[in-house]
């Protein structure tokens, strides 16, 4: 399958997920509009060497996702958004009362105000082109709750909701709308909270990973980015053009249990 002559624009993709996806996409011939908060010579750098290996136009638009504003401003400046794919997002653990506000008001904007902003500024876009993909990364948190996240299970949610939302205002036009909502998936940012959690269990590496960060996920193995990515892309085929207001799990079975 191609997206070629299609453009995707995938916020926080300078690391991690948003980086997979952004190359899955490439792969399949998209062209890719790279976003995080940052302006450094390394972000340009990654959309440089997308460009590069895949043959397709790749971009770096700086642009904070926690201020509707920017995150307007980032379609805009795209210029182009056939498949909007929104991954930034950020965590805080923290009981329910001694929640730091300011983390909580963050988590909600960067993890779900923003894909509203966004959407509001592609579906215009999509409906000009005749064709959209909205695809917003969730997570198991979409769909189940864990103590001490609140911010992120509510705001996970919430992207939930507002997919299936966008998904019955588009149902009759060319435009889909859906959330992939993945376990535990190793990212940079997983892969640093390995030592760590080595030393407070004593643990050997693969014990951490089995017997402690993959103790709800079943199959005991992270999600990968690329099969993140993979997951995207067929959200693009035609095979999925009747698919639109559901989530997708990629969880090893987590929401299974
Ligand atoms: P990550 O930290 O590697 O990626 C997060 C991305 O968001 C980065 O590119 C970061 O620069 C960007 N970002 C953060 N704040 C931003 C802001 N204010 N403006 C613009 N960009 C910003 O983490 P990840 O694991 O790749 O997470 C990506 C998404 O996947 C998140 O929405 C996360 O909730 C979700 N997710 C991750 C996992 C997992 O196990 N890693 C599981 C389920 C869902």
Redesign the pocket.
């Known amino acids: 399958m191609t997206l070629k002559g299609k453009c995707a624009v995938i916020?926080?993709?300078?690391?991690?997920?948003?980086?997979?996806v952004a190359r899955e996409m490439a792969r399949a011939g998209a062209d890719v509009v790279l976003?995080?908060?940052?302006d450094r010579e390394e972000d340009h750098a990654l959309a440089a060497e997308i460009a590069k290996e895949f043959d397709v136009d790749a971009r770096y638009i700086q642009?904070?996702?926690?201020g509707a504003e920017?995150c307007r401003a980032l379609i805009t400046q795209a210029g182009r958004c056939d498949i909007l794919i929104n991954?930034?997002?950020?965590?805080h653990v923290a009981p329910v009362d001694e929640f730091p506000v300011d983390k909580w008001n963050?988590i909600l904007?960067?993890?779900l105000s923003?894909a509203f902003h966004t959407a509001a500024a592609a579906l215009p876009m999509m409906r000009e082109a005749g064709w959209g993909r909205v695809i917003n990364?969730?997570?198991?948190?979409g769909l189940t709750a864990s103590p001490y996240k609140s911010a992120?299970v509510a705001a996970?949610h919430g992207v939930v909701g507002l997919t299936k939302t966008i998904a019955l205002e588009t149902a009759e036009e060319p435009i889909t709308a859906n959330a992939i909502?993945?376990?535990?998936?190793?990212?940079?940012?997983?892969e640093a909270q390995i030592p760590d959690t080595m030393e407070k269990y004593n643990m050997g590496r693969e014990e951490v990973i089995k017997k402690v960060m993959l103790e709800r996920q079943p199959s005991r193995e992270?999600?990968t980015?690329e099969q993140l990515g993979g997951t995207a892309v067929f959200l693009c085929s035609d095979a999925a053009a009747q698919m639109t207001g559901t989530t997708l799990s990629v969880d090893g079975g987590w929401t299974a249990l």
Request: aromatic share 8%; net charge neutral.
């Open positions: 916020t926080g993709s300078n690391s991690g997920i948003g980086l997979g976003n995080s908060f940052t642009a904070d996702m926690s920017a991954n930034a997002g950020i965590q963050a904007a960067i993890n923003s990364i969730a997570s198991a948190h992120y996970k909502c993945p376990g535990y998936v190793l990212t940079p940012l997983v992270f999600a980015v």
